[in-house]
């Protein structure tokens, strides 16, 4: 069984504060007795800072982070190791990188709180109807991304969650892809690690090229990792190149089929390989890729 508490204790959160409209994390912080201060850092984007024993708190935010989306993600993020159990035994400074991230490098503290920032901001109760009706695209997204005041990466893999189409969204930095977030059927591993490919809108969007405004149709070699392909096999490609780190978001989407063997699951086929214990979690949700 898999267990979310990131995502359990968000709604519980959200239910205790009866928040029914588009939450605001300053709100929720201040409510939960966190306050908010801004600090000039280079080590870290959010920390929480708590005394032991006393159930307040403060979150420090990094001075100048840009995006009203991310600075929300951040206070949402730093909430999370103030409310999940076992978080206070943890020092609770987090990194850019650790930060709204999928990658499987980062601990497993940092990616339940930030499921639970995805769930705080983007609550699957008001987005599963915007986002169940309609077809997968960045359009939508950014939908999302504005009514709940949060970032485009955040709302990207929110929708991957709760689309019932076979979407992954990708991240990629300085021409690498850096971690995805898959949808529960997308049933592909995305080539984490590797240069991004010619032939991707991706690498029209880091190479400033002009790029299409709609999901185009790229070859699924060039972004998922199998031997499991059929000949000819193609995925719907949308990016977008992000304004800072210099980053391209990607949406991809299994329209039709492309697998050889519609049985063959890679990630079922992984779990029969040996689990290193250290690693081995019941919280985990991703596995590693084969690399
Ligand atoms: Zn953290």
Same mark, same amino acid.
């Given at each position: 069984?898999?267990?979310? =508490?990131?995502?359990?204790?968000?709604?519980?959160?959200?239910?205790?504060?009866?928040?029914?409209? &588009?939450?605001?994390?300053?709100?929720?912080?201040?409510?939960?007795?966190?306050?908010?201060?801004?600090?000039?850092?280079?080590?870290?984007?959010?920390?929480?800072?708590?005394? !032991?024993?006393?159930?307040?708190?403060?979150?420090?935010?990094?001075?100048?982070?840009?995006?009203?989306?991310?600075?929300?993600? %951040?206070?949402?993020?730093?909430?999370?190791?103030?409310?999940?159990?076992?978080?206070?035994?943890?020092?609770?400074?987090?990194?850019?990188?650790?930060?709204?991230?999928? @990658? *499987?490098?980062?601990?497993?503290?940092?990616?339940?709180?930030? #499921?639970?920032?995805?769930?705080?901001?983007?609550?699957?109760?008001? &987005? /599963?109807?915007?986002?169940?009706?309609?077809?997968?695209?960045?359009?939508?997204?950014?939908?999302?991304?504005?009514?709940?005041?949060?970032?485009?990466?955040? /709302?990207?893999?929110?929708?991957?969650?709760?689309?019932?189409?076979?979407?992954?969204?990708?991240?990629?930095?300085?021409?690498?892809?850096?971690?995805?977030?898959?949808?529960?059927?997308?049933?592909?591993?995305?080539?984490?690690?590797?240069?991004?490919?010619?032939? %991707?809108?991706?690498?029209?969007?880091?190479?400033?090229?002009?790029?299409?405004?709609?999901? !185009?149709? !790229?070859?699924?070699?060039?972004?998922?990792? /199998? @031997?499991?392909?059929?000949?000819? &096999? @193609?995925?719907?490609? #949308?990016?977008?190149?992000?304004?800072?780190?210099? /980053? !391209?978001?990607?949406?991809?989407?299994?329209?039709?089929?492309?697998?050889?063997?519609?049985?063959?699951?890679?990630?079922?086929? #992984?779990?029969?390989?040996?689990?290193?214990?250290?690693?081995? *979690?019941?919280?985990?949700?991703?596995? =590693?890729?084969?690399?």
């Amino acid at each position: 069984m898999t267990l979310f =508490p990131g995502k359990i204790y968000a709604q519980a959160l959200l239910e205790a504060l009866n928040i029914h409209g &588009a939450p605001d994390p300053e709100d929720i912080a201040k409510r939960i007795g966190l306050a908010i201060e801004e600090a000039d850092a280079d080590g870290f984007e959010g920390a929480l800072v708590r005394p !032991v024993g006393v159930p307040l708190g403060a979150i420090a935010l990094k001075k100048g982070v840009r995006e009203k989306g991310r600075r929300n993600f %951040t206070i949402a993020h730093e909430i999370g190791h103030f409310v999940l159990p076992g978080h206070d035994s943890i020092g609770n400074v987090c990194s850019s990188q650790q930060i709204e991230s999928w @990658s *499987t490098d980062i601990n497993h503290y940092e990616q339940e709180a930030n #499921e639970f920032a995805g769930e705080l901001l983007i609550p699957t109760a008001q &987005a /599963s109807p915007i986002v169940t009706k309609r077809l997968p695209s960045l359009k939508v997204i950014k939908e999302v991304a504005q009514h709940f005041n949060a970032s485009l990466t955040a /709302s990207g893999w929110r929708f991957c969650e709760l689309t019932p189409e076979r979407c992954a969204m990708v991240m990629s930095t300085k021409r690498r892809i850096v971690w995805y977030k898959a949808a529960e059927d997308f049933r592909f591993h995305i080539k984490v690690g590797d240069e991004i490919e010619e032939g %991707t809108v991706a690498l029209d969007c880091f190479l400033g090229r002009k790029i299409p405004s709609a999901p !185009v149709s !790229v070859a699924a070699s060039l972004w998922l990792a /199998s @031997s499991n392909l059929l000949p000819q &096999a @193609s995925v719907w490609e #949308e990016s977008i190149l992000l304004p800072y780190y210099d /980053s !391209v978001l990607t949406l991809l989407w299994i329209k039709d089929r492309i697998e050889r063997d519609a049985e063959w699951d890679e990630r079922e086929e #992984e779990l029969l390989e040996p689990l290193d214990p250290q690693e081995f *979690t019941l919280r985990r949700r991703k596995w =590693p890729g084969k690399r």
